[in-house]
C-alpha cells in the first residue's frame, strides 16, 4: 500500500543517532537494532501524521466496529459457542484453527487500527471473561492519548526487539524508558511528552500493557 506522505519529511523522519540512542537504552541486542530503529521511527512518523490529519469516517467507523467485535465476542454466552462449533463443523477443517485463535486475532486488529486513530488497545481483562454474559467493558482513561501512545509503542518496540525498559516511578523518576522519552521530546509534536512525565501515568500505562495477553 502507497500513499502520499501527509507532512514534510523533516517533521516526521526521527533521526537515526536518536533511535539508536534509545535502542542502546533498552538494551536492544546488535542482531535486533535494525528493526527496533525501524519501528520506533515508524512510531514517531504515526505520532505526527495523527496530528496532522484526523482519521476519515469510515476508518474511524472500523475502528470502532472491530472494538464492538471485540466487545460482543467476550459477552458470549455458552449458546453462542455452541452455535459457532455447530458452524464450523460445516466448513472446512482449516477454519478450525483460525477460530481456535480468534481472541488473539481481535486483539491484534483492534491494536491495528487503533493505533490508526490515536486510541490505546483495551485489554482483554477490561472487556471481561469469555463466556459472561454481558461482560462490560471498565473505564479506562489513562492519560492523554499521545503520550500513551508513545509509552505503549516504546515497551511494544523494545518486547519484539528482545530488549526492555527499566522505570522507577518513585519521585522523581528514573529509569531507562523516562531516558527515552526525553530523547524522544524534541522530536514529536509539541506537549506530546511534557517536561516532566507523569510518575504515576506512566506506571497506569506500564501495568495495562503487562496485562494483555501475549
Known sequence: MSVAPILPLVASI??????????????????????FCNCVCGMVR????????????????AANAILELREAYHSFGQESFVRLDR???????????????LRQTLWEIDR????????SVISDEALGPLGKRGAKRK????????????VEGLLLCA???KG????????????????????????LPPDTIPPRPPLSTIKRIIDHYYSVPA
Not at 542502546?24 to 535494525?34: D, I, L, S, T
Not at 458452524?87 to 485463535?101: C, G, H, I, Q
Open 87 to 101: 458452524v464450523l463443523n460445516n466448513e472446512p477443517a482449516n477454519l478450525d484453527s483460525l477460530f481456535d485463535r
Open 159 to 161: 518486547e519484539a526487539a
Open 46 to 61: 504515526c505520532v505526527w501524521e495523527q496530528q496532522a490529519q484526523p482519521p476519515e469516517r469510515a476508518f474511524l467507523a
Open 164 to 187: 526492555r525498559f527499566t522505570f522507577d516511578g518513585k519521585p522523581p523518576g528514573r529509569g531507562t524508558l523516562l531516558d527515552a522519552l526525553n530523547v524522544l521530546r524534541t522530536h
Open 14 to 35: 526521527l533521526p537515526r543517532s536518536a533511535a539508536i540512542d534509545i535502542a542502546g537504552r533498552a538494551k536492544v541486542p546488535a542482531c535486533h537494532r535494525e528493526f
Open 139 to 150: 473505564p479506562d482513561d489513562i492519560g492523554e492519548a499521545p503520550l500513551r501512545y508513545v
Open 112 to 119: 491495528v487500527f487503533s493505533a490508526g486513530i490515536g486510541r
